[in-house]
């Protein structure tokens, strides 16, 4: 971000270490941070468990607090060092950290005997206070590039399991009926589509030798169509990979390319490249 | 097609609305059928939840009856402008077109109190309809491609997994047998491929060790085997992504195609690539 | 078969009627016999389902034998046209012949009321008729070498495969015991296949907060260990396919090899190979 | 191992049988022992199972007690030969031998009729006598090496997955609540685990139109997130066998491995390469 070059002293010494990671405090600031934010998460979901709620609700609403004020500092301060505010707090970073403190404070507010259950809920969005951890994993672009370049062969593969799917779970419907559970064609789509993914909970399962019969031919074509996006995703990260391998460059002897990245003399005709 | 430049006036506009989408007007045809095609599916899965049915029953008739009567158009329209109307007819398409609106004038001629269960099922044949989305899916050639390339090979995997489940089911069926609900082999088999395909309904369980050693065996077996289908996929969409490596350089000399990235002399007639 | 260069008359005819498929009396035999083994497969089968062998139990005993003597009479024919007798008997497929006959004739024999449930399993071990199956498949070799050539690496795989699920079981049996119907480590092993299959009857499942964490466990192992035998048998047919789109041939001028199979040309030199 | 160098006489000879395996005697060993270890697992397994404890209890604390004596004299024997001795204690394989009889030898101590179940759940540490088998493998390098090079792929992976269920788990528990089994967000987040990863225990399920809604989605999106562990490792492996294919000849100019089977010239020094 050539931005940060407009800032100076403590603006810029703050953005250096909350925006980036190559100094020291910028690094301590990291895992710091990256902590705080499992230990919030945790807290919530041990909220969720009764008995230790019972036993223990004052030191978690506490911790809660705690946690709240510092991705609150956090955010001010995130706010204050950036140039460009507005394309901070509409990005999809910016958004998560507001709603990462927001539901907290909105519990003071809408307090009342009636309204706990709902405030219980909104503060359980504080769960996408997680989704900062991506933030510290720049380096899963390979896995994200190898995802986007199949988008297209990905979309044809949704589609076509959506097809079978909808048209499986319409012939169970007809053929095994409310009498065996499939109340519905999408509680029947469903359930097929718990088949095919070979899930199988097991709560609705066919009880004729002709609902038997199909189950079996879901899941043996939900057993082929798995290779598909095993396919694309392997066949990805292979042409990644191969990339990686091979330098672009081209030997100026013989004008061959397809060198090693750490060749120093064509392998063809004994030149030295670059 | 070449028989679209026998058409002329009304009849060529239609036809490169309906068949064709590199027109504005086409390509706001495809969407607009493309919306109605999932309207309408939706509106069959709706009509089949007991408790939809009862508030929102009228509207779902009328609606039924809204899209039925455009796709009747749209069939109508499609055979007048076809110049090989048998060839339409009896096209995989022509004949989707045609069961995807049959079945909502059938319940007429055979309403009756008595037979209304026949005719609701009928009705359901609709959701064919949706086959049709694949014509909007033309592009899914290359994992179509993979899939022949890998025919036989897959032809040879299910046999190899039928022979397999039906020899696994027959001896579950003699060491659990009908006490543990093992009732007959055709039951057996089915289990052996809930099994098999990892989707583990859990209706049917073995219960004597020896079953439970029987049913590790095949689940572990059935782990193994899931990697073949998803080796030959992987293996042809590997293929298929090296083949986008090739140049589609034409060789001036011979005029073939075909040539590596690096080849310097065309490898069918030996003479000088650019 | 050179031996087959010893038959004279009769027997010559009908060792290239039965033992090879092309001439067209031997493909008509092929198919023929492929039918038979199906149907007798499938007679098998119907005969365990209670309801049908009650009303049509008499029919099921006549195709029974009918298609014994069909078996029988093929058996004897490949006997007589062989040469060396002994090992086309104790050949893998002059096993299964003999075991896919043997039952039905040794239900006579042993025939009474109390030995009735042995007999009816002795000819259950017809099913292996349809190994028979094997025999039209001869292309499978390629799928047999890919997983020869990852022997190794598969029983590397399945060792710590086992050793997982025995340390797992054993944990989850410390853990969750008898009490929630972990009754005794080798059930408990069962469970732990069970789960990292991906398979997940239900039958057992943990109850404990610590019982579930550990599951969750070995469930995402098993998600990452299901990729292992994928990547096996995916490289290796890879691997397979690459040896099948080049030649070995060495260019006469450049001496360099990689060539396609359709190449005339070396595409380093230009140089014309053979 | 060069230290094999200072021992002489007796103590050579056993280290020569014990610590490895290109002698007769020492492949003898290996299999002896590798033989008991499992049998003595067997024993253990055994155990835990109430009807065979009951009537071969007095047989398998005898046999308990002979493959004690048999490691612990196999410990001894190691200890005593090794040179660096406080090297072997602490390593991996070290401990493992220790704790493989341990228990057993606690149990006399701690004896006494409330303690009984403690000293039965310490017997079963002896279950890490099997880690011992990894010993003989190993080859199981190449495997090894494969997930080790792609081990931060699997990092960004796994905390992809985690994010996931939490979020998910979160979600299920709002729309499903206590009243349909998702008692707490730990518990829920157990139940997306067993979802996505296809497991599908059925224990817990959900039963309204959105949970179930819900539970399609995280289904199909683990049918896809399967893909990329499968990928990974796929391409690692697949790589791995590239590698195979590079010739293992050395530069004799500048003594460096690593040449293409094609290489003409060495890719470091230029000097032709034999």
Chains 1, 2, 3, 4 share one sequence.
């Not at 509409?90 to 950290?97: A, I, K, P």
């Not at 405030?119 to 996408?128: D, Q």
């Not at 095994?176 to 095919?196: D, N, Q, R």
Request: hydrophobic share 50%; proline share 2%; net charge positive.
């Amino acid at each position: 971000m050539e931005e940060k070059y407009r800032l100076t002293g403590l603006k810029l010494k703050i953005y250096e270490i909350i925006f980036e990671s190559d100094t020291r405090e910028g690094r301590l600031f990291d895992i710091l941070l990256l902590s705080s934010i499992v230990l919030s998460v945790v807290i919530v979901l041990l909220e969720s468990v009764q008995d230790i709620k019972l036993n223990w609700g004052n030191w978690l609403v506490g911790l809660e607090w705690f946690f709240t004020g510092i991705f609150t500092i956090e955010y001010l301060a995130r706010l204050w060092v950036v140039l460009n505010k507005r394309k901070y707090i509409f990005s999809f970073f910016g958004l998560v950290d507001l709603l990462s403190v927001l539901p907290t404070y909105l519990a003071i507010f809408f307090a009342g005997a009636q309204s706990l259950l709902v405030i219980r809920s909104l503060r359980l969005l504080r769960i996408f206070r997680i989704f900062k951890l991506a933030r510290f994993i720049g380096e899963s672009q390979n896995l994200t590039l190898a995802l986007k370049a199949s988008r297209f062969k990905i979309i044809v593969f949704l589609t076509t399991v959506m097809t079978a799917v909808i048209i499986f779970g319409t012939l169970i419907y007809l053929i095994e009926g409310p009498k065996h559970g499939f109340t519905s064609i999408p509680l029947s789509i469903y359930w097929a589509i718990v088949t095919m993914t070979t899930v199988g909970y097991g709560d609705i399962a066919p009880q004729t030798t002709l609902g038997q019969t199909l189950a079996s031919i879901i899941m043996i074509m939900g057993y082929g169509i798995i290779a598909v996006p095993t396919g694309i995703v392997s066949s990805e990260m292979i042409a990644l990979k191969r990339r990686e391998r091979l330098t672009t460059q081209v030997c100026p002897h013989c004008l061959k390319e397809g060198h090693d990245i750490d060749a120093v003399y064509c392998k063809y005709c004994g030149g030295e490249i670059n």
